[in-house]
Nanobody, 118 residues
């Protein structure tokens, strides 16, 4: 089992910044991918950004240049720095940890709310 705890969400004005953190504990896969997903009301959950143990990253097109994902393998923590936030970034943000490269055995955090006001 892998436990994931997110933090750092909140309310921010458009153009502002937030930094999300996700701390993993338990039986963490030696080679894994950790990702940030988001789900807005009435919409499907979507991948925002992901990063592998070796540092390979992937971003949703609409956040490229504004969001940066990073990780500290020693602390088993992944971060999402979100700059130039827009109202359309409003959602519950979830952290996920899966095996790499199969993507199997995914574990989810409880989610953290991000609200961007216009």
């Amino acid at each position: 089992q892998v436990q994931l705890v997110e933090s750092g969400g909140g309310l921010v004005q458009a153009g502002g910044s937030l930094r999300l953190s996700c701390a993993a504990s338990g039986s963490i896969f030696r080679v894994n991918v950790m990702g940030w997903y988001r789900q807005a009301p009435g919409k499907q959950r979507e991948l925002v950004a992901s990063i592998t143990t070796n540092g390979f990253t992937n971003y949703k097109d609409s956040v490229k240049g504004r969001f940066t994902i990073s990780r500290d393998n020693g602390k088993n923590t992944v971060y999402l720095q979100m700059n130039s936030l827009k109202p359309e970034d409003t959602a519950v943000y979830y952290c996920k940890c899966s095996r790499w490269p199969s993507g199997a055995d995914g574990y989810w955090g409880q989610g953290t709310q991000v609200t961007v006001s216009s």
